[in-house]
T-cell receptor, first 112, second 115 residues
Framework: GQQVMQIPQYQHVQEGEDFTTYCNSS?????IQWYKQRPGGHPVFLIQLVKSGEVKKQKRLTFQFGEAKKNSSLHITATQTTDVGTYFC????????????FGAGTILRVKS | GAVVSQHPSWVICKSGTSVKIECRSLDFQATTMFWYRQFPKQSLMLMAT?????????EQGVEKDKFLINHASLTLSTLTVTSAHPEDSSFYICSALRTGTGELFFGEGSRLTVL
């Protein structure tokens, strides 16, 4: 079945360093979404990318959707302790639809 | 922004009892809601799709008699874990699809511990 793979599983960075998580889908996606889950919290929607090659920025966060619409990345510049959490990518099951298939998530820890 | 409320946020129960979790969209209507399950340090796994006024559709491997879903109104879906066992202990999260816009909002989650 459709799979969404995410790497790395875990990353521990020094505050101020950059961080990137990568997401790969086994199928072409109509869109990809990114969520952040703080420890003990629930997933919070960050962004949705729809267009091939799309790049969107939110302050220190840069999101990219691959040309083939099968991969995506989230890059955080100069991490802060508030960035701590698990970052999930998710894509719709099938080409369209509202049922999401989540990646395994990347746990980010930031040392101050 | 739109808010989805889940209640209770955490619950501890004895093995064999049933537990009901509510998912409410507070300021919008949601014809469709989704129920996810998340084990510690793992990703979210879709359990079922809850449709207002009709039966829920369950994902493969999810027992419909074990996890009863009711979506009686456009703002409320409930998940009842029947005859709970320790292996049902998990974080249950709902999401609501805003009717008309297609936006998806997640609830705060409900942490179930079965003793």
């Amino acid at each position: 079945g459709q799979q969404v793979m995410q790497i790395p599983q875990y990353q521990h960075v020094q505050e101020g360093e950059d961080f990137t998580t990568y997401c790969n889908s086994s199928t072409t996606l109509s869109n990809i979404q990114w969520y952040k889950q703080r420890p003990g919290g629930h997933p919070v929607f960050l962004i949705q990318l729809v267009k091939s090659g799309e790049v969107k920025k939110q302050k220190r966060l840069t999101f990219q959707f691959g040309e083939a619409k099968k991969n995506s990345s989230l890059h955080i510049t100069a991490t802060q302790t508030t960035d701590v959490g698990t970052y999930f990518c998710a894509g719709p099951r099938g080409e369209y639809g509202n049922k999401l298939v989540f990646g395994a998530g990347t746990i980010l820890r930031v040392k101050s | 922004g739109a808010v989805v409320s889940q209640h209770p946020s955490w619950v501890i129960c004895k093995s064999g009892t049933s537990v009901k979790i509510e998912c409410r969209s507070l300021d919008f209507q949601a014809t469709t809601m989704f129920w996810y399950r998340q084990f510690p340090k793992q990703s979210l796994m879709l359990m079922a799709t809850s449709n207002e006024g009709s039966k829920a559709t369950y994902e493969q491997g999810v027992e419909k008699d074990k996890f009863l879903i009711n979506h009686a109104s456009l703002t409320l879906s409930t998940l009842t874990v029947t005859s709970a066992h320790p292996e049902d202990s998990s974080f249950y999260i709902c999401s609501a699809l805003r009717t008309g816009t297609g936006e998806l909002f997640f609830g705060e989650g409900s942490r179930l511990t079965v003793l």
